[in-house]
């Protein structure tokens, strides 16, 4: 059964970092891209970052761009989402999920065909 399962969310204080993990199993990445979403209380689910098959194209969210890294090791079937210099703002739940969309990775939730079941991150001192 295809299963992607996200960690490494926590508690921060701002200015800190977190680096997220998302393990697929079930199938392989290789034929997938990748995506992160979030979603804070009270507000819909929005793009973070999202990078392509083989990892040569990323994009991300303006909101993010410059702090945060999106990566990925096929070989573990794994992506990853590194988050530097966190702000209150980036409060919420993470979520990664896989599209097989070729070409440049979507920003678009409905482009994505599997998702994990999330995991907290809260900046606060």
């Known amino acids: 059964q295809a299963q992607l399962v996200e960690s490494g969310g926590g508690l921060v204080q701002p200015g800190g970092s977190l680096r997220l993990s998302c393990a697929a199993s079930?199938?392989?990445?290789?034929?997938?891209?990748m995506g992160w979403f979030r979603q804070a209380p009270g507000k819909e689910r929005e793009f973070v970052a999202a990078?392509?098959?083989?990892?040569?194209?990323?994009r991300y969210a303006d909101s993010v761009k410059g702090r945060f890294t999106i990566s990925r090791d096929n070989t573990k079937n794994t992506a990853y989402l590194q988050m530097n210099s966190l702000k209150p703002e980036d409060t919420a739940v993470y979520y990664c999920a896989a599209s097989q969309t070729s070409g440049l990775p979507s920003s678009t939730a409905g482009s994505y065909d599997y998702w994990g079941q999330g995991t907290q991150v809260t900046v606060s001192s």
């Open positions: 079930g199938f392989s990445l290789d034929y997938y891209a």
């Open positions: 990078i392509s098959r083989l990892g040569g194209n990323t």
